[in-house]
């Protein structure tokens, strides 16, 4: 079983900056990827970004340029930069990970950008 907890989110004021941490553990796979995912009150869950594990990245056109997924020093811990916060991007921040057909999802961390 993978563990999946995410940290980090809070209130931030309209272009400022937050950084959250996504931290897996338990019996996880040599090989896996990260992404991370957002769902706003009323609608449905939406895709962010992707770290697949040779160290390749996705973003959605959402969060390109604003948002930067990456590794820590430790293969385990992976994180979301996200800059020039915007009221659109407050909603519930989860990481999902991904290692085939098998994936497992964090709780969530809330972020709350004012404007």
């Known amino acids: 079983q993978v563990q999946v907890v995410e940290s980090g989110g809070g209130l931030v004021q309209s272009g400022g900056s937050l950084k959250l941490s996504c931290e897996v553990s338990g019996r996880t796979l040599s090989a896996y990827d990260i992404g991370w995912y957002r769902q706003a009150p009323g609608k449905e869950r939406e895709y962010l970004a992707r770290?697949?594990?040779?160290?390749?990245?996705q973003y959605e056109d959402a969060v390109k340029g604003r948002f930067t997924i990456f590794r820590g020093t430790t293969k385990n811990v992976v994180y979301l930069q996200m800059n020039n916060l915007k009221p659109e991007d407050t909603a519930v921040y989860y990481c999902?990970?991904?290692?085939?057909?098998?994936?497992?999802w964090g709780r969530g961390t809330q972020v709350t950008v004012s404007s």
């Open positions: 770290l697949w594990d040779n160290g390749l990245t």
């Open positions: 999902r990970y991904i290692s085939g057909p098998a994936d497992s």
